[in-house]
């Protein structure tokens, strides 16, 4: 069993820099694949990124690509996710999750344990 829990957000103004960690308890850690999600007020939740086991593949969101930087570091049981340029539309509750496999058609699917979010936002 693994708890997930994400520190980092804040408000901050368009166009800066934010990074969100997630920490990791339990066994095993890089036996994980893990993901980013989002959920704004009223809309559903979205995939942002994710991150294979090694860290050797990553997967972006189209609306984050080349905004958002995901990585993760085994020895320290510890995923992050370094926000630049940030947009309004950025403006969300962010997610760490934990899981077994990467669905590129379904990221949710394969993610098995979930954080409960720390909340980006931001201003124009």
């Known amino acids: 069993q693994l708890q997930l829990v994400e520190s980092g957000g804040g408000l901050v103004q368009a166009g800066e820099s934010l990074t969100l960690s997630c920490v990791v308890s339990?066994?095993?850690?890089?036996?994980?694949?893990m993901g980013w999600f989002r959920q704004a007020p009223g809309k559903d939740r979205e995939f942002v990124s994710a991150?294979?086991?090694?860290?050797?593949?990553?997967y972006y969101a189209d609306s984050v690509k080349g905004r958002f930087t995901i990585s993760r570091d085994n020895t320290k049981n510890t995923m992050r996710l370094h926000m630049n340029k940030l947009k309004p539309e950025d403006t969300s509750l962010y997610y760490c999750?934990?899981?077994?496999?990467?669905?590129?058609?379904?990221?949710?699917?394969?993610?098995?344990?979930w954080g409960k979010g720390t909340l980006v936002t931001v201003s124009s």
């Open positions: 991150i294979t086991r090694t860290g050797g593949s990553t």
């Open positions: 999750a934990a899981g077994h496999d990467i669905w590129v058609d379904d990221y949710a699917s394969g993610m098995s344990y």
């Open positions: 339990g066994p095993r850690f890089n036996n994980y694949v």
